[in-house]
């Protein structure tokens, strides 16, 4: 996965090297919508480069396009014009089993709903995604227990999702979302739901995952103190992307606004 690109000579070469140290390439993408003979255009010609490893943070207004991007992103959406390469790849020319393949591999998603299923355990939740992997089923076990763990939950292991108050079920999400090691986190207004003690251990998280395990990660949000966990700042505005700067002030564990 990592490092793939040759060092060659030729500028051909170098060429390809630098694409392989950018684990998303957008390119001059554009999207439509399309319900039935209404044709509603979202994205207007979007270039975005991430290196692996980098967490940048995509803000802009409610209907500016962000969540068309990160479902893109995450091969649940399809753009209209343009090229999407994925570590080198070419998005267009996989099928879907190709693309949920990858998907699974590669992609852990944190939403803002959680989109965690009631009446479910946390364990059985966080279980999910192993039950389309070939990850054997005498593993699954310690691995869900590992990943509860790491998010602080190993004592709500048995409990119903909808038994846990916002943060919790954020932090199962992101238990899920690692489930499978992705190399890559969408996470689309995580903090969107929650009071802001919750969203901080929340973007805390984030910002571990990233700086500790390496953890690509792609951060929507509309807040300008949740985007500064980011090395980078993109902002969108209708469908465009309006600026593209590297952050200065990156936020760290210790420079938290006092809680409420
Ligand atoms: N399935 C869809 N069909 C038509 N228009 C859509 C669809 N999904 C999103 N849109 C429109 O695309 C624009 C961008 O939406 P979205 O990406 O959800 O924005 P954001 O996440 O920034 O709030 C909005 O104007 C929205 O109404
Ligand atoms: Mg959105």
Same mark, same amino acid.
């Given at each position: &996965? ?7 000579? $030729?500028?051909?070469?170098? $060429? ?14 554009? %999207?439509?919508?399309?319900?039935? +003979?209404?044709? $509603? ?6 270039? =975005? ?16 396009? %962000? ?9 649940? +959406?399809?753009? $209209?014009?343009? &090229? ?5 790849? +070419?998005?267009?020319? /996989?099928?879907?089993? !190709? ?39 005498? %593993? ?6 590992? %990943?509860?763990? /790491? ?11 909808? !038994? /846990? ?20 986190? /969408? @996470? ?5 739901? =929650? ?17 500790? !395990? ?12 949740? @985007? ?9 505005? +209708? ?22």
């Amino acid at each position: &996965m990592r490092g793939t690109g040759r060092c060659i000579e $030729t500028d051909r070469h170098r $060429t390809t090297t630098n694409i392989m140290s950018n684990i998303i390439e957008l390119v001059n993408i554009t %999207k439509d919508y399309v319900n039935d +003979d209404v044709v $509603t255009p979202v994205l207007h010609g979007v270039n =975005l480069s991430i290196p692996q490893g980098q967490f940048i943070s995509i803000m802009g207004p409610s209907g500016s396009g %962000k969540s068309t991007v990160m479902n893109i992103l995450g091969f649940l +959406d399809v753009i $209209t014009t343009g &090229m999407y390469r994925f570590n080198g790849r +070419d998005v267009s020319k /996989l099928n879907d089993d !190709q693309l949920a393949d990858m998907r699974g591999a590669n992609i852990g998603f944190v939403f803002q709903t959680f989109n965690l299923l009631p009446r479910t355990t946390v364990y059985e939740n966080v279980m999910l995604p192993l039950i389309y992997s070939n990850v054997p089923p005498s %593993k699954r076990h310690q691995i869900v227990s590992e %990943k509860i763990e /790491l998010v602080g939950l190993g004592h709500r292991i048995n409990n119903f999702s909808n !038994q /846990l108050s916002g943060g919790e079920r954020q932090r199962v999400a992101i238990a899920r979302a690692l489930i499978r090691n992705p190399d890559v986190i /969408l @996470a689309d207004e995580p903090t969107g739901n =929650l009071d802001s003690k919750s969203g901080e251990v929340v973007m805390d998280m984030l910002l571990d995952l990233n700086k500790e !395990q390496g953890k690509t990660v792609i951060l929507v949000t509309h807040e300008t103190y949740t @985007a500064e966990y980011g090395q980078r700042i993109v902002r969108i505005k +209708d469908g465009t992307i309006v600026s593209d700067e590297m952050n200065g002030h990156r936020r760290t564990r210790d420079d938290h606004q006092p809680l409420k």
